[in-house]
C-alpha cells in the first residue's frame, strides 16, 4: 500500500545522509526544520515591510512531493532543490497576490468556490484514510468490502470525449493568442456546511460520522493518528490525538484552498487581459524543445527510440522512420476456470497425454464458448457473436467519424483491457519488434499490410494468454513535423505565412484517431500542470520589481 503522508522525519533522514554523504543527523528536529531558506519583503504603504519566510521544512515537503518526478527529467539533486526553492518563492508570491485580491474584492469567492474547498478535503481525507483501511482488511483477513469506497456508484471507465481547455485565436493584427474555453457551472446558492470559517470544524464532525463505531475505520484513524505523531516528532505541538487530527485536516484544506486560489487567479488574470496566462510562444518553444530533444537523444542512442516507442507514443516526442503504426483492441477475457482448462490442455499436449488434434478440439470448445461482459457484467453473447455484430455495424457506413463511434462504444462497453481506454495514444506496434503478445501482434501486422492498412480495419479473434483480442487498425505513426536540420529547427517563426500553417497543424492533428484530443491540447495541458511555466506566464517578474527576496543556501545546501 502506498501512504499518502509525506514523513519529514524519513525525508530529512533520506536527504541528510543520501543526498549530502556523512553528515550527521540533525536531533533538534524543530530547530532544523524551521530554518529560513528564502524571505520575501513587502513594502506596504504605511511604511512597514511584510515578511513572508519559507522554511526548510517548506523545501522538504515540496521535494517530497515533486523530486523524484524532477529528477526523472534530468534534474540533478541539486539542481531540483534550487528549482523548488524558486517554485516556492514564486507560490507564495502568488498567493500573497491573489489574497489582496480577494480582500480588495476584485477576486470575488463563490459559494461553488467555498463548497469546492470543502468537499476536495473531505473527499482526500476519506482517500487518506482508505489506504489505511485497505491495510487493515488486509492484516485482519477480513473478506468485507471497503466502507470509504462503498458510496462509489459505478466503477465502470467510460468514454470521455475531451473537453478543450483552450482555443488558438487571431486578432485583427493577424497576431495569435490563447483563450481559454470557459464551461461555466451552474452557482449553488447553498453552503454544504454551517458557515464561512467554520470549514475545517464541519469536515471533522464529517470525518467522524462517516467513521462511527466501524472497528476498522477506527483504527484506520488510530493509525493514520500514530504516523501523524512521527510526522510531527520533535515540533513541540499538542500530542493530544484530535488536535493531531484537526491539523492534518487543516493542513489538507489549505493546501487545496491554495490550489483554488491560484486558478481562480489564473481565472482573473485572463478576464483581465482577454486571453489565456499561456502564450502562443510558450507553446510552440516547449513543443520544439520536446521535439529536438527526442531528435538529438535518439540520434546517439537509436535502442533508446525502439525503447521508447514500444512503451508509449507519449515518450517518444520525435518518430524516427516509418516501422511503427498505432492499433486498439478488444479484449474478451477467459474466466478463470478457462484458463485453468486451457493451461491444463497445453502440459497435457506437452506431456504427450493428448494428440495436437485433440488439443485444438478442446481449445476451440473453450474460445467458442467465452462469453462477453458488459460494463464487467457476464452477458450471452459470445465472443464470436460479438464480432459479428461488430463488423456488420460497421459494413452499415463509409464515415471515418461514425467508425469512431462504434469503435468507442464496442471498447468502452465489452473491452475488459483498461488500458487502452480515455488514454492519450493508443498502442504502438512495429514492423519489426513489439512489445504485445506474438498472436496479437502478428494479426496486427497483417491488418497493417506492409502500410496497406486502412483505418478501422479489424481481424477474426485473436486468443492470446489473456483472453479473446479483437484488434483494430488505426494509422501509421508519424510526425507532425519533420526535423531535417537539428540546428535551425524552430517552430516559432517570424515568417506569418509559416506560422499560421505550424499553427494549423497542431490544431488539428489528433493524438488518436477515436478522439479529438490535438497536439495544440495535449502541449497546452501540459504547460497548465507545469506551475512553473505557469507562474512565468502571469508575469512574476513584474509582480517581484518592488519585492526584496533573499535565499539563505547555507540553510538548505546540506540536502544535495
Known amino acids: 500500500m502506498k501512504k499518502k503522508i509525506a514523513f519529514l522525519l524519513v525525508c530529512v533522514f533520506c536527504l541528510t545522509f543520501a543526498l549530502s554523504g556523512c553528515d550527521l543527523f540533525v536531533l533538534d528536529y524543530n530547530k532544523y526544520l524551521s530554518q529560513t531558506i528564502a524571505t520575501v519583503n513587502y513594502p506596504t504603504q504605511n511604511g512597514i515591510t511584510n515578511t513572508i519566510v519559507i522554511t526548510k ?8 512531493k515533486y523530486g523524484e518526478n524532477l529528477t526523472q527529467n534530468g534534474y540533478t539533486t541539486q539542481t531540483a532543490v534550487e528549482y523548488l526553492v524558486q517554485y516556492l518563492i514564486n507560490q507564495k508570491i502568488m498567493l500573497n497576490e491573489v489574497e489582496a485580491l480577494i480582500e480588495s474584492d476584485k477576486i470575488v469567492l463563490t459559494n461553488n468556490d467555498y463548497n469546492n474547498m470543502w468537499t476536495q478535503t473531505y473527499e482526500g481525507m476519506i482517500s487518506l484514510l482508505a489506504d489505511y483501511e485497505e491495510e487493515i482488511i488486509s492484516d485482519w483477513k477480513l473478506t468485507t468490502p471497503s466502507v470509504l469506497t462503498e458510496d462509489a456508484e459505478d466503477t465502470n471507465t467510460y468514454f470521455k470525449p475531451f473537453e478543450k481547455q483552450a482555443e ?89 484552498k491554495n490550489n483554488i486560489y491560484l486558478s481562480l487567479y489564473s481565472e482573473y488574470f485572463e478576464n483581465k487581459t482577454g486571453y489565456s496566462p499561456i502564450s502562443v510562444e510558450q507553446v510552440l518553444n516547449y513543443l520544439t524543445a520536446d521535439m529536438l530533444a527526442s531528435y538529438t537523444e535518439y540520434k546517439i542512442t537509436p535502442d533508446a527510440y525502439k525503447t521508447d516507442i514500444l512503451s508509449s507514443r507519449a515518450d ?24 485453468s482448462k486451457l493451461e491444463d490442455l497445453k502440459t497435457k499436449l506437452e506431456q504427450g497425454a493428448i494428440s495436437s488434434s485433440v488439443y485444438n478440439t478442446e481449445r476451440q470448445k473453450i474460445v467458442d464458448s467465452t462469453l462477453a461482459k458488459e460494463y464487467g457484467e457476464t452477458t450471452n453473447i459470445t465472443a464470436s457473436t460479438l464480432l459479428n455484430n461488430l463488423k456488420d ?12 463511434d462504434i469503435f468507442n462504444e464496442y471498447i468502452y462497453k465489452y473491452n475488459e483491457d483498461t488500458g487502452n481506454k480515455n488514454q492519450t495514444y493508443d498502442y504502438v506496434i512495429g514492423t519489426t519488434d ?13 491488418l497493417y499490410n506492409n502500410g496497406g492498412g486502412s483505418f478501422g480495419d479489424i481481424s477474426d479473434l485473436v486468443e492470446s494468454e489473456y483472453g479473446l483480442h479483437i484488434v483494430i487498425y488505426l494509422n501509421p505513426v508519424t510526425n507532425a513535423f519533420t526535423i531535417t536540420n537539428a540546428s535551425t529547427f524552430n517552430l516559432l517563426t517570424l515568417n506569418q505565412d509559416d506560422l499560421d500553417e505550424i499553427i494549423y497543424t497542431i490544431n488539428i492533428t489528433k493524438l488518436s484517431l477515436l478522439n479529438t484530443k490535438t497536439i495544440f491540447d495535449n502541449v497546452y495541458e501540459t504547460l497548465f500542470k507545469d506551475n512553473f511555466s505557469k507562474f512565468e506566464a502571469m508575469h512574476l517578474n513584474t509582480l517581484k520589481e518592488n519585492l526584496t527576496i533573499e535565499l539563505y543556501s547555507t540553510n538548505y545546501s546540506d540536502l544535495y
Do not use: C
Not at 521544512?57 to 517530497?64: F, G, V
Open 57 to 64: 521544512e517548506d523545501l522538504i515537503q515540496s521535494y517530497n
Open 168 to 256: 488558438l485565436v487571431k486578432d485583427t493584427d493577424g497576431n495569435w493568442h490563447i483563450k481559454t474555453i470557459v464551461n461555466p457551472e451552474e452557482e449553488n446558492e447553498d453552503l454544504i456546511y454551517t458557515a464561512i470559517g467554520k470549514e475545517v470544524e464541519t469536515i471533522i464532525t464529517a470525518l467522524t460520522q462517516k467513521i462511527g463505531d466501524n472497528a476498522v475505520l477506527v483504527e484506520a484513524k488510530k493509525r493514520y493518528i500514530a504516523d501523524l505523531k512521527t510526522y510531527e516528532k520533535g515540533k513541540n505541538l499538542s500530542t493530544i490525538n484530535n488536535e493531531i487530527f484537526a491539523r492534518e485536516v487543516e493542513r489538507v484544506y489549505t493546501n487545496v
Open 316 to 339: 517518444a516526442k520525435y518518430v524516427m522512420d516509418g516501422n511503427y503504426f498505432y492499433v486498439s483492441h478488444i479484449l474478451i477475457k477467459f474466466t478463470d476456470e478457462q484458463t
Open 434 to 446: 513489439s512489445k504485445m503478445v506474438e498472436s496479437f501482434t502478428q494479426s496486427a501486422r497483417e
Open 393 to 404: 455495424e460497421l459494413l452499415q457506413t463509409t464515415s471515418d467519424a461514425d467508425k469512431v
